[in-house]
């Protein structure tokens, strides 16, 4: 019997604080927040340490009344979505964390959001009811605004210190160290009925029952049992999501008799579609110990002592130390479709990992030196492989261009980079050709420090942050013309090439024409390719600040040539010193690139997004309504001005703004901003 629950909260919330409080409550660890080691649940990760917070995915597994619960505990920073995901995709139910003293955010509407999309079962527990600024129904009344109908309390904090039950009608007080019960008294009474019968309400609308409901607004008194039973089957539904409330050793057993009889077992869960290596779809039973092995990492990580180590949830079949299966994923530029032999087994508390002897469908464990398998990859028989679809992970937009600080971290850098990059699916690593710049497309500020960190901590390699220089073009301003003449004498063969182009530009977009208009043999057939070969050599150099030259048409006119010192190669740099003579006329236009950027927020944050984009040079050319309270902003604008976008977005909506960029066209870079990058170059 096990319960995979996820834990999704914003930073701060008490996400990681409440796992160690069910780890205690549950005897797997002493004392909040201590294992046998003495580090912390949370210090898998020495940035987590360093950092204060999560960053990672982590694995707690508890037991309560005999039932396995697996706590995955998520970061809440938005920087860190992607373990988040990871932590979605392994569970089969979510925990909303939902501070008393603090309230919601914008990112865990979102999340909720999209929970109810796949029909995830979920609940709330309201964490710091103890706290001097907790205001428990001024936070039931927010979570019910911010996640709609079927939200509703199971208990009541009285205090912080005890809880009232609104079903058994009964009072839990903790104010002893320890839960005892008791009837309450009058003033209960009444808080008690003043929110009851919205909760039974609420369950008897989820009921299968249709009379129940009639019964009950007869004015009969429906069996407690009965509710309970409805309750229940509700929640595995995700047709009703009940709130709970904790502190310090207040409403953990509550909290575990829900996770435990209300949230739904891994047979429950619907299985996500699986196919074939050539995407045939394949009928798989859901959480058959005995059926096929289907098993996805969902979380890759790294440990200095240990090598790669992957958290793997098994999907059907069994998983056993020593076994041999097929790897396979949705990279096709990496090593995803070979057989692997699966290392030691084991479930983790920390730093301490437990092993065990299998891992059977519908549990997560920890399988060590997967030498291959990274993030997202399915594992199967290697007598009959099978692929899982992959979940989504968003694109990450803050580019971060990078540096070794030595020869000898350059040396270990590549190497340290590729296994970031397969520990983190939102991790995207661009050697740029064109501005010779190693660039990290990360998440955020945030995700960019923690990759860094892990760099120079964990691998060893020291790199530093520079100016990220965006892919320029260059162009003709106007119509001119050139001679290029390479005529040298040295003490055998000479170079003798003369050349004479006209260079105009073209249209956006129009790329480059080479047009032959030489009369009369002045210049040989032979060396008119090695003109324009020339001239290719020099766009692709530059004339202005080293960009690649586009959109113009060059003409060959006229030349020389001599009969012993003429060459291929002399009519090649004789192009060059052409192109570059016209150049030197007319004025030569930088070009920026302008993307297509299409923002997605809430309508509220319509008009910041808006006015901030046309600061940014920026051309709205829409907006259209996407579902309830959010809107769709559609604009062009230069690259140059949305490189920490992701950042400002994330400031300017709160953490609920998203968006997409993509390249649309090259445009005349504005003259004052033109002059400060040539003089850069310089």
């Not at 428990?136 to 904090?157: H, I, K």
């Not at 002897?357 to 464990?365: F, L, N, Q, R, S």
């Not at 009369?519 to 040989?524: D, E, L, S």
């Not at 297509?596 to 984009?613: H, I, N, T």
Request: aromatic content about 4%; charged content about 25%; overall charge negative.
């Amino acid at each position: 019997m096990v319960r995979n629950v996820v834990l999704v909260g914003h930073s701060g919330a008490g996400k990681t604080t409440l796992v160690e409080a069910l780890l205690a409550a549950t005897g797997a660890i002493q004392r909040a927040g201590r294992v046998e080691d003495g580090t912390t649940v949370s210090d898998f990760d020495e940035v987590e340490v360093r950092q204060q917070r999560s960053v990672n995915l982590s694995l707690a597994p508890v037991v309560h009344n005999g039932i396995k619960i697996n706590l995955l505990d998520t970061p809440g920073y938005a920087d860190f979505v992607g373990d988040l995901r990871a932590g979605l995709r392994a569970a089969d139910a979510a925990l909303f964390v939902v501070s008393a003293a603090e309230g919601i955010d914008g990112l865990t509407r979102m999340l909720w959001e999209e929970c109810a999309g796949v029909g995830m079962p979920r609940a709330v527990v309201i964490t710091k009811i103890d706290h001097q600024r907790a205001n428990f129904d001024e936070v039931l009344a927010s979570c019910q605004d911010a996640f709609g109908d079927g939200v509703a309390p199971l208990y009541l904090p009285v205090n912080g210190t005890g809880l009232l039950g609104l079903l058994s009608q009964r009072f839990f007080d903790y104010g002893g160290g320890s839960r005892t019960e008791r009837e309450p008294d009058a003033e209960q009474l009444e808080l008690i009925e003043q929110y009851r019968g919205e909760l039974i309400e609420g369950i008897i609308q989820e009921s299968e029952d249709e009379s129940l409901m009639d019964r009950y607004l007869s004015g009969e008194e429906i069996d407690t049992k009965v509710l309970i039973d409805d309750l229940e089957k509700a929640v595995a539904r995700a047709g009703f999501h009940p709130v709970l409330a904790v502190a310090p050793g207040v409403g953990l057993l509550e909290l575990l008799e829900v996770i435990t009889q209300g949230f739904p077992c891994p047979p429950e869960h619907r299985l996500p579609e699986v196919t074939t290596l050539d995407g045939k779809p394949v009928a798989v039973p859901s959480c058959d110990p005995d059926g096929p092995l289907v098993a996805e990492v969902v979380k890759t990580t790294s440990d200095p002592y240990v090598g790669r180590i992957s958290l793997v949830r098994v999907f059907s079949g069994t998983l056993r130390p020593d076994m041999t299966v097929h790897v396979s994923g949705h990279v096709p530029d990496r090593e995803h479709d070979l057989d692997e032999r699966i290392g030691a087994l084991t479930s983790p508390l920390g730093k301490t990992q437990r092993p065990i002897a299998k891992c059977v469908a519908g549990d997560v464990c920890v399988v060590a030196k997967l030498a291959h398998a990274e993030t997202g990859d399915t594992l199967s028989d290697k007598e009959r492989p099978l692929l899982m679809r992959p979940w989504e992970m968003p694109e990450p937009l803050l580019p971060v261009a990078i540096r070794a600080k030595s020869k000898a971290d350059e040396d270990k850098m590549s190497q340290a980079l590729a296994r970031l990059v397969a520990e983190d699916p939102t991790l995207r690593l661009e050697n740029n050709a064109e501005t010779r710049q190693l660039v990290l497309w990360c998440m955020g500020e945030a995700h960019a420090d923690v990759l860094l960190d892990r760099l120079a901590k964990r691998h060893g390699v020291e790199v530093e942050k520079i100016e990220l220089r965006v892919p320029l073009r260059e162009t003709f301003g106007g119509r001119a013309q050139g001679m290029g003449r390479n005529v040298k004498q040295t003490g055998g063969h000479g170079q003798y090439a003369v050349c004479h182009v006209e260079v105009e530009p073209l249209p956006s977009g129009g790329g480059f024409e080479f047009v032959d208009k030489i009369v009369g043999g002045v210049v040989p057939r032979q060396f008119i390719p090695s003109v324009e070969k020339g001239v290719r050599a020099q766009m692709d150099r530059g004339v202005v600040a080293g960009y690649p030259m586009v959109d113009i048409r060059v003409t060959l006119y006229d030349g020389k040539a001599h009969s012993v010192d003429s060459s291929d190669m002399a009519f090649q740099i004789a192009g060059q010193l052409a192109l570059r003579e016209a150049a030197a006329k007319v004025p030569a236009l930088l070009l920026e690139p302008v993307d297509e950027v299409s923002v997605l927020v809430s309508d509220e944050y319509v008009g910041a997004v808006m006015s901030d984009l046309s600061s940014r040079r920026g051309r709205v050319l829409g907006t259209e309504a996407v579902g309830t309270g959010r809107t769709l902003v559609r604009a062009e604008v230069p690259e140059l001005e949305i490189t920490r976008y992701a950042i400002d977005l994330r400031s300017m909506s709160h953490g609920t703004g998203s968006f997409h960029r993509g390249f649309l066209r090259y445009e005349p870079l504005p003259s004052h901003l033109a002059d400060k990058v040539a003089s850069t170059e310089d």
